[in-house]
């Protein structure tokens, strides 16, 4: 049924061969990327020879291919995401529910629920061109289907004859016309959630993926053993079909790679009045090489999310710059300081003796305490045992001993508390030399300290309270 | 995101071990070097209360760069010392096909040339990364992805470390505070017997 598109393209006498090698099979003559060209060519030949196709089939032509590659390869992305991300198993299709939809779960829960948002509402019209996206997939191929359903006149004949040949679409990379056909209704079908048509996906969907999942091998893990299957795949494909066949299979890369390169640029292009308009985006590596790179992107994008999450005032920016800029200066300000605080906690130390023999010698009031019973004389390690243990209750202690300091009504009790309690260790220590010393300082760490204030109120604000109550 | 309890008590209990190996508390030592004895034990007590990760054994690494402190790190690590430095992955690369790299590296150059607007970006962001680089230890040998993997837990680890000898800091001095109190009734009491 197809034939009547091929004689054309052969009687223009398009030679629709280049010499550029195929990547994939590392030797052959690379055949030119079809549905582009093909669109390219079509449209000249069309102004050259001046035959009268009507632009609605130049249009179906165009557009029979460009979604059937997106649907493939998405679904070779949603393999090629399961696979990096550990998923395993294929993909269950469940009877009536929409199998693209669950293809698709793996890019990106939004994505999904707009391509599934977009399958239930079948009249809709295809709107801009979202490279690469799954509403643009998902749309474009409601239109197309009404147009094939248009030139063949009947629903059932098509669907029948495609039904028959899907099991001929073995792989993505299957060649002749009906198959690509049959392979993009596959998607179409499925919508009517058929059982056959579930099947039939489940099982050209794990052929794309055991072909993906080769893909990848090659790229990622650099073992030899599958270069000679692809090898073998592309002679099989140039021996089986001529020329109009052997172009759509090994074209899909190359617009897969347009697709993917393109959504990196994210150009917004109305295919619709723009089918003449060429990306010229040739050159570009093999399939999995930009399959690779989006999923890396996308790793790196996770990461910033959960980072900016963690560093506080970072929810504004949106670069990857900014965003990197902000991280430094928050782990620079922390590595600060830690050291800031080594510096006092040294200045403090002298007195770490006595802190210690009061620490655990001289408590009787609070009941709780264990270790005043305990007489602990510098840090014996069994004593450190029980120590870190009731660390939490020793800072009650410490917290009740200073608690006519903890009673004054204050927003931000722990700054108070260290305020306060610098202010009057500086009294008391003699040497003016820290005084003056640790009050620049301390002045400087206290507005740094703002920032993690909060978590470290949260760490004393539990202990307060409790404090507060074994008071009254 | 939050460090757990564990962390933070496996942290504590370490950096107090620390303190003690090092003879913090004795007078002896001057004030810079018990500041660095301080940072050294609180680094330590972090890294090894976090486990195995790129980040802490680069950490570790740079440590015990400097003679003195292996000695320290022997102590306390003990027999963890040499497994963590062992499996040192930072001098090791990724193997990676050399075809494939160039492939790679082709593409990149050809979209360098029809595409130079973002150039300046990627510069930027080359910038800051090599920066982050710097900053997180041993972040020169960690690509683009696990390096922010790595950032990540470094921060709360730093997070933690922060609150944890702030909290350390102010128990220490309540408790200084309360010893000078204790200290100076006994002598109020005398003077007002006195009087």
Redesign the interface.
């Known amino acids: 049924m197809w034939m009547p598109f091929v004689a054309p393209l052969a009687a223009s006498g398009l030679d629709l061969r280049d010499t550029t090698t195929c ?1 994939s099979c590392q030797g052959g003559p690379l055949p030119p990327s079809w549905p582009w060209r093909v669109e390219q060519r079509l449209s000249r030949s069309v102004l050259r020879t001046g035959n009268n196709w009507p632009p609605p089939i130049i249009r179906i032509v165009a557009s029979l291919f460009t979604p059937s590659l997106r649907v493939l390869s998405l679904r070779e992305q949603s393999q090629s995401d399961a696979k990096e991300f550990g998923d395993a198993g294929p993909l269950k299709t469940l009877k009536g529910s929409c199998s693209a939809c669950e293809l698709l779960s793996d890019l990106s829960a939004l994505e999904g629920q707009r391509a599934c948002a977009e399958w239930q509402q079948p009249g809709q019209e295809q709107s801009d061109y979202h490279p690469y996206d799954a509403d643009y997939c998902m749309q474009s191929l409601c239109p197309v289907e009404t147009a094939f359903r248009a030139l063949h006149g009947c629903n059932g004949g098509g669907e029948n004859e495609n039904h028959g040949n899907v099991h001929g679409s073995n792989d993505c990379f299957s060649n002749a016309w009906p198959d690509i056909v049959s392979s993009m209704h596959c998607p179409v079908v499925g919508a009517a959630a058929s059982v056959e048509e579930t099947s039939v996906n489940a099982s050209s969907s794990s052929s794309s993926r055991k072909r993906k999942s080769e893909n990848n091998r090659r ?1 990622k893990e ?1 073992s030899g053993g599958s270069d000679g299957k692809d090898d073998s795949n592309c002679k099989r494909i140039k021996e089986e079909t001529g020329v109009g066949a052997a172009t759509p299979e090994a074209k899909r890369p190359n617009k897969r790679k347009e697709e993917s390169a393109d959504a990196s ?1 994210e150009n917004d292009k109305a295919p619709k009045s723009d089918y003449i308009h060429v990306r ?1 985006r040739r ?4 399939d999995s ?1 930009s399959l690779a790179e989006r999923v ?1 992107r996308e ?2 994008s996770q ?2 999310k ?2 900016q ?3 506080p005032g970072c929810s504004k920016i949106t ?3 900014g965003m ?2 902000e ?2 200066n ?3 300000s ?2 600060r ?3 800031f ?19 655990f010698g ?1 408590r009787e009031i609070n009941p709780t305490c264990k270790s005043a019973s305990i007489p602990m004389i ?2 014996s ?1 069994e004593l ?2 029980q ?3 009731q ?1 939490g209750s ?2 009650h202690d ?2 009740m ?2 608690s006519d300091l903890l009673l004054r009504p204050n927003v931000n009790p ?1 700054a108070a ?2 305020d306060t ?2 202010g ?2 500086l009294n ?1 220590n003699g040497s003016s030399v820290w005084n003056t010393n640790l009050q620049n300082v301390y002045g400087v760490e206290f507005q740094l ?1 703002r920032g ?1 204030a909060l ?2 109120q949260s ?2 604000g539990n202990l307060l309270p409790n404090n507060l109550k074994m008071e009254m | 995101m939050q460090v757990t309890e564990a962390f933070k008590h496996a942290f504590l209990k370490q950096m107090l071990l620390g303190f003690q190996a090092s003879a913090v508390s004795t007078k002896s030592m001057g004030f810079q070097e018990r500041k660095n004895a301080i940072k050294l034990s609180a680094d330590v007590a972090m890294a090894v209360a976090r486990g195995s990760r790129k980040w802490t054994r680069g950490l570790i690494a740079g440590l015990s760069e400097e003679r003195q402190n292996r000695s320290f790190l022997r102590l306390i690590l003990g027999e963890q010392y040499e497994s963590l430095l062992k499996p040192c992955h930072s001098s090791w690369k990724i193997p990676r096909c050399k075809k494939i790299v160039r492939r790679s590296l082709r593409v990149c150059w050809r979209k360098q040339k029809k595409n130079q607007s973002g150039v300046l970006a990627r510069t930027l962001v080359e910038k800051r990364t090599q920066e982050l680089k710097r900053l997180v230890p041993g972040g020169e040998s960690m690509d683009g992805s696990s390096l922010l993997d790595e950032t990540l837990d470094y921060v709360l680890s730093l997070r933690a470390q922060v609150d944890l000898m702030q909290s350390l800091l102010t128990t220490f001095e309540a408790s200084k505070l309360r010893s000078h109190s204790k200290r100076r009734l006994p002598e109020r009491k005398a003077s007002y017997v006195s009087k």
């Open positions: 990547r790229s650099n640029k010229a050159g570009q590596a093999t090489h890396r790793r790196i990461r910033m959960y980072l999450d963690l560093v670069g990857k710059a990197l800029d991280i430094i928050y782990v620079q922390l590595q300081q830690v050291e605080l080594s510096m006092k906690l040294a200045a403090v130390n002298p007195m770490m003796d006595i802190n210690i023999d009061s620490l001289g510098g840090m390690s450190l045992d120590s870190y243990l660390f020793l800072q410490m917290f001993g200073s722990a508390v260290s309690s610098l009057s260790c008391v300290g993690t978590p470290f760490l004393q």
